[in-house]
């Protein structure tokens, strides 16, 4: 009788993991540009404040991935979470293995992200530098207010 039971188990748990698998593949890069914030949605998800950016750059590579720490690889390409990479800790955002990708550098951590297709992966790389624009000329409005003040 325990071995129909473990079976039933089984039988179930399998079309749970395959539409997990299935909801984690659709939605894995999910990413927005808005109050100041880079959002990237679901499993893994983070908030990246634009004004902790201290570099951002387009990659033609990333550098290799040594082991997987705490996310998600698919076969099809998709990765994401924290991978090690070359001996330092990153996230992955990664689409596919093609390029470009973006790079970001906050001071707690890196990151590698890129999206479905080239051109919106430079569309997200374009928005993420018009916030970071933004951030600095505020910051530069800032700066030649408290000067007047003096």
Known sequence: ?????????????????????????????????????????????????????????????????????????????KKKGYFNLDGKNA????YNDESPFIYIKTPKDQYYINLTTTEETKSLYDEIMKEKSWKQILKIENCLIRINMI
């Open 1 to 77: 009788m325990k071995g129909k039971s473990n079976i039933g188990k089984i039988i179930i748990s399998i079309p749970i993991c395959i539409g997990l698998a299935l909801f984690i593949s659709a939605n894995i890069l999910n990413t927005t540009v808005k109050n100041h914030y880079i959002k990237i949605y679901g499993l893994y998800g983070n908030n990246i404040a634009i004004a902790d950016i201290e570099e951002l750059s387009l990659k033609d590579t990333i550098p290799t991935i040594n082991k997987r720490v705490n996310g998600i690889m698919l076969t099809n390409g």
């Open 91 to 94: 996230r992955l955002y990664l």
